[in-house]
């Protein structure tokens, strides 16, 4: 696979960790370096492992993880989602102990926003390529784009306060909605061919 491919289907990828953290960047007060590194550094990470893990699971785990990866991505969407509408409407003090940039909240982020990396890892070892260099290209531009796009929801925060993080925990439930109905649509598809 060329350079052209390869950053494609990194850029792809990176999508969804992007409209994420515009989303969680709406919800936390980015105030110092770690604050900024910790989000973009765990999707990058998680974006570079999905491939490699799916790469060397191959087909012995592939086909049970298909029929139910869009579905884990929807609850753990949905539910950071909810939590940052939730939090919208909690005092400010409250609302820095629910940041979900920090603890398990990130964790379950950075899993739905990688998982289908995981498919693409496994597609790649069927076709015989190498994982390590798309994996890595895929880890760095997730990372970067993960990064602006907290910036830039940052910004968006503070400029109209409670309102972009209502909107930023819709923008996450939809994802996880768009993820299952993707996947539901694919399914009929192929029914509809036998």
């Given at each position: 696979?060329?350079?052209?491919?390869?950053?494609?289907?990194s850029?792809?990828?990176?999508?969804?960790?992007?409209?994420?953290?515009?989303?969680?960047?709406?919800?936390?007060?980015?105030?110092?370096?770690?604050?900024?590194?910790?989000?973009?550094?765990?999707?990058?990470?998680?974006?570079?492992?999905?491939?490699?893990?799916?790469?060397y699971?191959?087909?012995?785990?592939?086909?049970?993880?298909?029929?139910?990866?869009h579905?884990i991505?929807?609850?753990?969407?949905?539910?950071?989602?909810?939590?940052?509408?939730?939090?919208?409407?909690?005092?400010?003090?409250?609302?820095q102990?629910?940041?979900?940039?920090?603890?398990?909240?990130?964790?379950?982020?950075?899993?739905?926003t990688?998982?289908?990396?995981?498919?693409?890892?496994?597609?790649?070892?069927?076709?015989?390529?190498?994982?390590w260099?798309?994996?890595?290209?895929?880890?760095?531009?997730?990372?970067?784009?993960?990064?602006?796009?907290?910036?830039?929801?940052?910004?968006?925060?503070?400029?109209?306060?409670?309102?972009?993080?209502?909107?930023?925990?819709?923008?996450?439930?939809?994802?996880?909605?768009?993820?299952?109905?993707?996947?539901?649509?694919?399914?009929?598809?192929?029914?509809?061919?036998?």
């Amino acid at each position: 696979m060329g350079f052209i491919e390869t950053l494609l289907l990194s850029l792809g990828l990176a999508l969804d960790a992007f409209a994420v953290s515009l989303s969680v960047g709406t919800s936390i007060k980015t105030r110092t370096w770690r604050d900024l590194f910790r989000l973009p550094f765990h999707f990058g990470l998680f974006q570079f492992l999905m491939p490699v893990i799916g790469w060397y699971l191959g087909s012995t785990v592939e086909p049970f993880i298909a029929e139910i990866d869009h579905w884990i991505a929807l609850i753990l969407l949905v539910a950071i989602g909810t939590r940052m509408i939730k939090s919208s409407f909690l005092e400010r003090e409250e609302t820095q102990k629910s940041d979900p940039s920090r603890g398990m909240a990130l964790i379950m982020l950075s899993f739905a926003t990688s998982i289908d990396a995981l498919a693409v890892g496994f597609s790649l070892a069927l076709l015989g390529y190498n994982i390590w260099y798309p994996s890595i290209l895929i880890g760095i531009i997730t990372a970067i784009l993960s990064l602006l796009g907290l910036l830039a929801g940052s910004r968006l925060g503070n400029k109209f306060g409670r309102t972009v993080e209502v909107i930023g925990g819709i923008i996450l439930i939809i994802i996880g909605l768009k993820i299952a109905l993707n996947h539901e649509s694919a399914l009929r598809g192929m029914f509809q061919l036998y």
